[in-house]
């Protein structure tokens, strides 16, 4: 799936390569974009968003996070796309996480499943951090979850998944986003009415991250408030990059003839 929905659009690094026009008219390629005018993001930039903390009961793992932030939209045919191919593109994380350096994807065994190589940056005298994580998305239209986990480590992984100087593997037990449309009813009783609504008043997209992070060593280095308050920064960020720039990303939904995955 491409970014605005040309036939033969390619990814600029080279990674994800069209080279055959004929693959949208089989239906291979579908536009991860269509109906993008028919609804927008409202600004939140000055909203925070509820964080929760849950502690491990048995003390043998980290906190578990989990911020909530509703996002009013205008218009009548709201959809997860650009989320999706957000959340989706590794390469994309350092623009809206703060506490990344940098993301890439490693390998895609199918469509709807990654695993990344995530650098992270701490402050003096900490230092970074790196994780190999595994991804699954899974949207029903409605709904989208994304999950990640760190890929247990293996002497006999290959060089490119073990740690090296100067990061310290770190292991994400959780990194999961859930965004939800509001309810089927909900929009039809709304109908053309939305836009005339107070932004209170406004349908809202809900949208929900969880995470637990070990960073095996001391929390030095985040800002104050520690992993609670990256995690709602983020939040704030990710949405707002959705908002601004998430029909310039491009993203893969299937396999099939005519589609290349380098």
């Known amino acids: 799936v491409v970014g605005d929905g040309s036939p ?13 026009s004929s693959a949208s008219a089989q239906g291979d390629v579908e536009a991860a974009h269509d109906g993008g005018t028919e609804f927008h993001l409202l600004p939140q930039e000055h ?12 003390k043998k793992g980290p ?6 932030l509703e996002v009013p939209y205008e218009g009548e045919k709201p959809h997860l796309n650009g989320f999706r191919s957000v959340l989706t593109t590794p390469d994309a994380r350092s623009q809206w996480d703060t506490l990344v350096e940098s993301s890439e994807l490693i390998e895609m065994p199918d469509s709807d499943t990654r695993i990344c190589k995530t650098n992270f940056r701490l402050g003096w005298p900490a230092s970074p951090r790196d994780a190999i994580t595994v991804s699954r998305t899974l949207d029903d239209g409605n709904t989208l979850i994304d999950v990640s986990a760190s890929l247990r480590a293996s002497p006999d992984a290959p060089a490119y998944l073990r740690p090296a100087p100067p990061y310290v593997r770190s292991h994400v037990h959780l990194f999961a986003w859930s965004v939800q449309l509001p309810s089927s009813a909900t929009s039809k009783a709304d109908g053309a009415a939305r836009t005339a609504f107070s932004k209170s008043k406004l349908p809202t997209i809900k949208v929900t991250v969880f995470w637990s992070w070990d960073l095996k060593g001391a929390r030095v280095g985040l800002l104050s408030g520690g992993v609670g308050n990256q995690l709602q920064l983020a939040l704030r960020r990710m949405v707002s990059y959705v908002s601004k720039n998430s029909h310039t990303i491009p993203s893969v939904r299937s396999f099939g003839p005519g589609i290349d995955i380098e």
């Open 8 to 20: 033969a659009l390619g990814h600029e690094n080279g990674n994800v390569a069209f080279p055959s």
């Open 47 to 58: 909203v925070v968003p509820l964080v929760h903390r849950r502690s491990n009961p048995n």
């Open 63 to 68: 906190d578990i996070y989990r911020a909530v």
